[in-house]
């Protein structure tokens, strides 16, 4: 009874207060209505991400390394458990024309499992010297149709020794799964440090030996949604698994740098033996041209002693002297062609040098502008050096010698001081400088046999010169015997009449 009571006492005042009623009940509606919205929203969001990875195949763990990975390391990668996809590929950093834009730019093969663009407008590039770019609002300022150069201002990096143009024509505008939010576009070796927008290229427009990157894709995710526990557990797990595959790899990575940069110095050691053993056999070759010279100079004088000494025994001796100048004249000629063997031998020397000048003097350059770099930066705290210009150094010191590579890192890690580090980069400066006085020496001992040519060559247009005296004089004394003999003429004082009688010998 006090029930049926109640329930009429609270309807009476409802309908008595029916708008305060229906106010509050429309309040608490739109609260719950709210909520629920809300609540919904969360998990839509992430259905959406879901659907949108699966559609474009994206990565589950992206693998990098500071000395690029190798088809080994993507062999490697390929036996780790329960893998689906691995996708090497290549990136490199550059700016966009005069934009000021920093771009990260991604290698791109038709046939690529993972990370499918999305094609906004245009087309993905197909051959070399096309370029896809970003969608993104600061990527809006180019259109299909345009025209863009990479440069780098900072000129610390070779874009020639990563691109093999640096024009590309746009065919497309893209999206990526890689970046869902427009704030960025990842990290940057050059300028400020982080990337504004992303491009694409073809795999072939790459020029780089290893593989910057890899993308690998799992069995065991691929019906897992993102962001949930039982995604992150597996990509943990797969993760600790590819780094004990490669556990080893970056001792042994660092060994075969070492031996590739071995096998360069070699290469180039080679070479300058190589040009040095020319150089010596040249210069055999000029001494022993040398020697013909002396040879055939005596022989010339003996010839002509002779001559003149025997004018008078006859036409027969005067032969036996024009067979002396016939082979006199034969051997000049002979050293005409060692002199003209041992220019064309000097000629290429040289040219091997010039051409080692030009391999190993950039890099020389290079090294002395990191040596600089180095010591001015070892008196600084590590702390208030850029991320980006530590990355860049120590990339830059490993790349030229692996144990300044060490000190570089040590450096930059707190582990020496900067005292170590002006050590470890003026032995690698004096290492430098060793490189290039050989280059200097080898310049100079070319230059000194040249000089040995160019005074051979002198010496034997004197025996030349000498040799046509000779034949001349020969010649005269032939018709001088000549007619002694046919007019029986007399030798008297030291005087010979000619033919004519006018003429003194």
Sequence with gaps: MKKKALWSDIFREIWRTKARFLSIFAIIMLGVGFFAGIKATGPDMLDTADHYFKDQNLMDI???????LNERDIAMLKQVPDVLNVQPAYSGDTFLGDSGLIAKVFSYHAEDPLNHYVVVE??????????????SE???RFKVGDTITFTNPDAKTDLEDTFRTLEYKVVGIVKSPQFISSMGRGASSIGKGTADVFAVIPDQDFKLSVYTEAYMSFKDTAELAPYTAAYDAKIDEHTKAVEQALASRPEERLAEVRVEGQAKLDEAQQKID???????DANQKLTDARQKLDQGERGYKAGVDKLQSETAKGQAKLDAAARDIAKGKAEIQRNQQTLADGQDQLQAGQAQLDEQKKTLE????QGHELVKSLLQVSTMQPAAIPEAQQSQLQAAAQSADPELGKAVAGFMQGAVDGETLQHAATSFEQGL???????????QELDAKKKQLEAGTQQLKAAEKKLM????????NSRFGSCQAGRRSTVSQGENRACAGTSRV
């Design 362 to 365: 950039p890099k020389l350059a």
């Design 138 to 140: 600061r990527g809006s």
């Design 274 to 280: 190589d040009a040095n053993q020319k150089l010596a």
């Design 433 to 443: 400088n060793q490189a290039s006085q050989q280059l200097t020496n080898a310049q």
């Design 469 to 476: 005296q000779g034949e001349a004089e020969w010649a005269r």
């Design 122 to 135: 245009g087309r993905m590039p197909e051959k070399s010297g096309e370029i896809a770019i970003d969608a």
């Design 62 to 68: 992206k693998v990098q390394s500071t000395y690029g």
